[in-house]
């Protein structure tokens, strides 16, 4: 079986064949973090308008949530517009909040097919309230599903999310509810948007780009990269699973020494 076919990690993690990593359950990430960029290039490099990009990328969003559902992994985020792209010009956002809420609609009977659970991350004052509507609405049918968390990041921006739950805190403090004392990393991850998911253990950047754009900072902290030239539109899932693969083999030290069980920090002695 070829190493890079879409099957070779099967339906439940594990790797068959001697050619490829050993990747059992314990190999896969639980959490996904993609930076889906390189959908203007793609398109322009095509003569195309820069929009088309984005209309084809919706493919490649439906592929690496069905590879994320059918391989069991817990939650795949997808950095889809961050607060810093509203500087672009008006026209190309229109497209992008349009194309947004017809995946919301058209997408939903295959989310609910595939078990997915919608979430979004992200402020919410600064869209649309059609796009608001759909979005409750498939995270309101959806949110039963046992499959993959499908989280969106939409607006989103990880040093506005940190400055939001620095405010939480004070807020909390102020009114006699925490004590300063007893703030620690979990009173922060608690106040994020993501409280809940497990960090990212796997962070993809389609479009070559060596960055991590302000998004989630602070969830990225032990994330293993992954960084390809492909453009969004042409992520495939042969690259998708390479780009598993390749997590599965890294050597993942948490700061520690290779080959020592994984503690918390300051585990006990
Ligand atoms: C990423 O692709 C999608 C969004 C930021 C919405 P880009 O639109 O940034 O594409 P490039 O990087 O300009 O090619
Ligand atoms: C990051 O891509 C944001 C998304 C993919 C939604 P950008 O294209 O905005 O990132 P920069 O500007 O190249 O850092
Ligand atoms: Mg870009």
């Not at 990747?23 to 990430?29: I, S, T």
């Not at 400055?163 to 805190?169: C, H, L």
């Not at 004392?181 to 608690?190: G, N």
């Not at 900072?217 to 992520?235: H, I, K, M, N, R």
Request: with cysteine; glycine share 8%; aromatic share 6%.
């Amino acid at each position: 079986m070829n190493a890079e076919s879409p099957d070779s990690i099967s339906m439940h993690g594990k790797v068959d064949g001697a050619a490829e990593p050993a990747a059992g359950n314990d190999r896969l990430p639980d959490h996904v973090a993609i930076i889906m960029d390189g959908n203007g290039r793609w398109a322009q490099s095509r003569g195309l308008p820069r929009i088309e990009g984005h209309r084809r990328g919706v493919d490649s969003v439906r592929m690496v949530s069905e590879t994320c559902t059918e391989l069991g992994i817990e939650a795949v985020t997808l950095y889809c517009l961050s607060s810093e792209n509203w500087k672009r010009p008006k026209a190309e956002l229109d497209f992008l909040m349009q194309l947004l809420e017809r995946y919301l609609v058209e997408e939903r009977d295959l989310i609910m097919k595939q078990g997915l659970r919608l979430k979004v991350i992200g402020r919410r004052d600064r869209l649309p309230a059609s796009v608001l509507e759909e979005m409750d609405k498939t995270i309101e049918v959806s949110a039963d599903n046992p499959g993959t968390q499908l989280v969106l990041a939409i607006d989103y921006g990880g040093r506005d999310e940190i400055a939001m739950a620095a405010r939480s805190i004070c807020s909390d403090v102020q009114a006699g509810r925490l004590e300063m004392d007893s703030i620690d990393e979990e009173t922060i991850s608690r106040r994020l948007y993501t409280a809940g998911l497990p960090d990212v253990d796997l962070m993809i950047r389609t479009g070559g780009e060596m960055r991590v754009s302000n998004f989630l900072l602070w969830q990225l902290s032990y994330a293993e990269l992954w960084v390809t030239q492909t453009c969004w539109p042409d992520f495939s899932r042969e690259e998708f699973n390479a780009a598993l693969e390749s997590f599965a083999s890294r050597d993942r030290r948490f700061g520690g020494l290779s080959g020592q069980p994984v503690q918390s920090t300051f585990g006990e002695t």
